[in-house]
Nanobody
């Protein structure tokens, strides 16, 4: 079983940047595809981005394309979400997720982190 711990959330002004990190521990990290989801107040959790286990493929929800970048460092067992040009509508709790394939992590992840809050002020 993989355990995931997110960090890097906080308060930022619109137009600013944040980088979220997700450290994995437990079972081997490498075979897992990784992803990020978010849940805004009063809304359902939504997919944000996913990356294949090798890092060569990334997928994004349309609303963050060109602004967010997902990456991973298998040597550090860590996945990142670089968020630029942040907007107030990006305010949410961001969750890290792991799955056995990029398709799995984007639709029905096997493992979730506890979440980190990102607040974007206008």
């Amino acid at each position: 079983q993989v355990q995931l711990v997110e960090s890097g959330g906080g308060l930022v002004q619109a137009g600013g940047s944040l980088r979220l990190s997700c450290a994995a521990s437990g079972r081997t990290f490498s075979p897992y595809a990784m992803g990020w989801f978010r849940q805004a107040p009063g809304k359902e959790r939504e997919f944000v981005a996913a990356i294949s286990w090798g890092g060569s493929r990334q997928y994004y929800v349309d609303s963050v394309k060109g602004r967010f970048t997902i990456s991973k460092d298998n040597a550090k067992n860590t996945v990142y979400l670089q968020m630029n040009s942040l907007k107030p509508e990006d305010t949410a709790v961001y969750y890290c997720a792991a799955g056995t394939s990029i398709a799995t992590v984007a639709t029905s992840p096997n493992t979730w982190g506890q979440g980190t809050l990102v607040t974007v002020s206008s």
